[in-house]
C-alpha cells in the first residue's frame, strides 16, 4: 500500500477527513502489509470503507438489537478489556451473570426459591445456548440408555422443518440425526400431533420454538407438554422438551404472561433466550437456563483453577468479552418487567401499524399472526407477474433490508417477506416503511412481467400441469414455459441475491 503522505502533509494528515488523502493503491487483501501506517490513516480508511454497509437501524431481517442508551453504551466501553473468564480477577461481573441467570430462570417460572441461585450461563447467542442444551440433552440420554443395557449410538431430535439453522449444526456437529416435522401451505410452524409421532426411544428431546424464526408465529408448547406426557407414560420413555425462545422468550413474559410455554410445563427441561435479540443488548449475548440441577449432566461441566480459585465452566468458547453481560444486567435494572412491558407493547403496536398498511394495499397476504413476536411476514397474493425478490430488490434503493425467502419443505412455493419490529423503529419509521413499499409496488408494476418462484419451482420439478393455475389471467401453459425459462435463471439468482437459504438474510 502506497501511503500519500509525505513530511509537507503531515500537518493535514491529522485533520484529513477523506481515505483518498491517504491511500494511493489498493488496500492489502491477502497479505499482511510490511509497514506500519499512522493510527489516523488506518482508522479513516476503515472508517471510510465502512460506509458502504447497510444502516443497521434499517435493517429489518434482523431481531438483533441496533440500539441501547448511552449510559450503558459507556459501561460497554468500560469493560471492552474484560475478559468474562477471568472470574476470579473479575468477581463482580461473574456475579452480574449470576444474576442475570436468576432473573431469567424466575421470568420463566424456573422451579426455584426467589433468593436460590438458578441453574444456567451466559452465552455468546442463542446458538450457544441451543448446543449446550442439546448436548445436556444427548448426554442424559446416553446415559439412561447405558443403564438400561440398550445401544446409545443413534440419537435424535425431533424439531419443526421451520428450526433456524443452528439447530441443523447442533444436529451436525454433535452427530444427532434431525427428524423434522415437514410444513405445509398455511401452516408455517412444527404440528405438536406430528412431533410426537415421530418421537421414538432414540429421541433425546423435542425442539420446539417461542417465536418462529419465518413468520414470529409461537408454537404450541402447552399441548405438545401435553401429547407427550401421554405418550411418555404409554412407552415408558421419558422424553423431555427445549424450548427455543430465541426471540419470544423477551417477549410471552411481558406480553402473554397467561401463556403457558415455559416451566411451568413438566417437561419443559431448558430453555434459550437470545439477550441480543428482544433482551435489548446488542450482538454477543445468550443465555440458556435449566430447570434444575439434575437436568445438567455434572460431567458436561469442567472445572479449572489456574485462573484464581475453582471456577465451573460449560461454554464451547473459553475466553469471551464482558460488556453485553453488563450491558444486560443494566437493561434489567433500568427498565424492569415495566419498562420490558412498556418496550414490548410498543413493538407491537408498530407492528400492526405495518400490518394494516400493507393490508389496506390489498395487494399482500398477511402470514404472521397477531400473537407472537412483533415482526410483519407477508406473500403477495398474487406472483404471477412480480415477486417479494422484486420488492425486497427495490427497498433496498430506498436503504431499507427486508429479506425475501422461500419457506421450508413442504412450504416451499410459499416466498414471503418479513419485517422485525424492533425497539428503534418507530411509528413514523413503520408509517414511512409502508409508503415506501406502496411506491415500490407501483414502479414493479410499470416493469414488465417477471415470473413467480412458484412457476419456476414447477417448471423445475417438471411439475408443469400445474403452472396454469399460478397465474390470475390465464396464459397458454406453452406460453408461460417458455417464459417461465427465460426468466428461470434470473429468478435463481434472485433468491440467492435476496437470501433464500435458511443461512442468510434471515436471522
Ligand atoms: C428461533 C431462533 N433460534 C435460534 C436463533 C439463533 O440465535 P443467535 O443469533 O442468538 O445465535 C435464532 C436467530 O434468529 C432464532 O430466530
Redesign the pocket.
Known amino acids: 500500500m502506497v501511503i500519500a503522505t509525505t513530511i509537507t502533509d503531515s500537518k493535514e494528515e491529522l485533520h484529513s477527513t477523506f481515505a483518498s488523502r491517504y491511500a494511493r493503491t489498493s488496500l492489502p487483501k491477502f497479505v499482511m502489509p510490511e509497514q506500519a501506517i499512522s493510527k489516523d490513516a488506518a482508522y479513516q480508511i476503515i472508517n471510510d470503507e465502512l460506509m458502504l454497509d447497510g444502516n443497521p437501524r434499517l435493517n429489518l431481517a434482523s ?1 438483533v438489537t441496533t440500539w441501547m442508551e448511552p449510559e450503558c453504551d459507556k459501561l460497554i466501553m468500560a469493560s471492552l478489556n474484560k475478559n468474562y473468564v477471568d472470574m476470579d480477577e473479575y468477581p463482580v461481573t461473574t456475579e452480574l451473570q449470576n444474576r442475570c441467570v436468576n432473573m431469567i430462570a424466575h421470568l420463566f417460572h424456573a422451579p426455584v426459591q426467589v433468593d436460590e441461585t438458578a441453574i444456567g450461563v451466559g452465552t455468546v ?3 450457544e445456548a ?1 448446543m449446550l442444551a442439546g448436548l445436556a440433552f444427548k448426554r442424559k440420554w446416553q446415559a439412561r440408555r447405558r443403564s438400561e443395557g440398550k445401544p446409545c449410538d443413534k440419537p435424535n431430535i425431533v424439531t419443526g422443518a421451520n428450526v ?1 439453522v ?1 439447530w441443523e449444526k447442533f444436529a451436525k456437529y454433535f452427530e444427532v440425526e434431525l427428524k423434522e416435522v415437514k410444513l405445509r401451505k398455511d401452516y408455517y410452524i412444527m404440528d405438536p400431533v406430528k412431533a410426537v409421532e415421530m418421537v421414538d426411544e432414540n429421541t433425546i428431546c423435542v425442539a420446539t ?1 417461542l ?3 419465518l413468520t414470529g408465529e409461537f408454537e404450541d408448547v402447552k399441548l405438545l407438554n401435553e401429547l407427550l406426557v401421554k405418550r411418555n407414560k404409554e412407552t415408558g420413555w421419558n422424553t423431555p422438551i427445549h424450548v ?1 425462545a ?2 419470544g422468550g423477551f417477549i410471552a413474559p411481558f406480553i402473554y404472561p397467561d401463556l403457558e410455554w415455559d416451566f411451568r410445563l413438566p417437561l419443559v427441561k431448558s430453555i434459550n433466550v ?1 439477550g ?2 428482544y433482551g435489548l443488548v446488542y450482538a454477543g449475548v ?1 443465555w440458556v437456563v435449566w430447570r434444575s440441577q439434575d437436568d445438567l449432566p455434572e460431567d458436561l461441566v469442567f472445572h479449572i483453577n489456574y485462573l484464581g480459585s475453582d471456577q465451573p465452566t460449560f461454554t464451547l468458547n473459553f475466553s469471551k468479552g464482558s460488556s453485553q453481560i453488563i450491558a444486560q444486567y443494566y437493561q434489567f435494572i433500568r427498565l424492569g418487567f415495566e419498562g420490558y412491558k412498556n418496550i414490548m407493547e410498543t413493538c407491537m403496536s408498530n407492528a400492526r401499524v405495518l400490518k394494516e398498511g400493507l393490508e389496506k394495499m390489498g395487494r399482500f397476504e398477511i402470514i404472521s399472526k397477531d400473537v407472537g413476536v412483533p415482526l410483519v411476514a407477508f406473500s403477495l397474493k398474487n406472483s404471477s407477474k412480480h415477486t417479494v425478490f422484486e420488492i425486497s430488490e427495490s427497498l433496498r434503493r430506498y436503504g431499507w433490508i427486508v429479506p425475501a425467502y422461500t419457506m421450508p419443505p413442504d412450504a416451499e412455493e410459499v416466498a414471503v417477506l418479513r419485517a422485525v419490529i424492533r425497539e428503534d423503529f418507530s411509528r413514523s419509521l413503520a408509517e414511512r416503511l409502508t409508503s415506501d413499499i406502496e411506491k415500490v409496488l407501483k414502479q414493479i408494476e410499470a416493469l414488465p412481467p417477471r415470473i413467480s418462484t412458484r412457476a419456476a419451482h414447477l417448471i423445475s420439478t417438471r411439475d408443469t400441469h400445474l403452472i396454469g393455475s399460478v397465474s390470475d389471467t390465464p396464459v397458454a401453459t406453452e406460453e408461460l414455459e417458455r417464459s417461465v425459462r427465460e426468466s428461470q435463471s434470473q429468478v435463481a439468482m434472485e433468491c440467492r441475491n435476496a437470501g433464500r437459504e435458511k443461512v442468510s438474510g434471515v ?1
Open positions: 431481531f447467542g442463542s446458538s441451543i433456524q443452528c420454538i417465536g418462529s424464526t427455543d430465541a426471540s437470545s441480543h435479540k445468550g436471522c
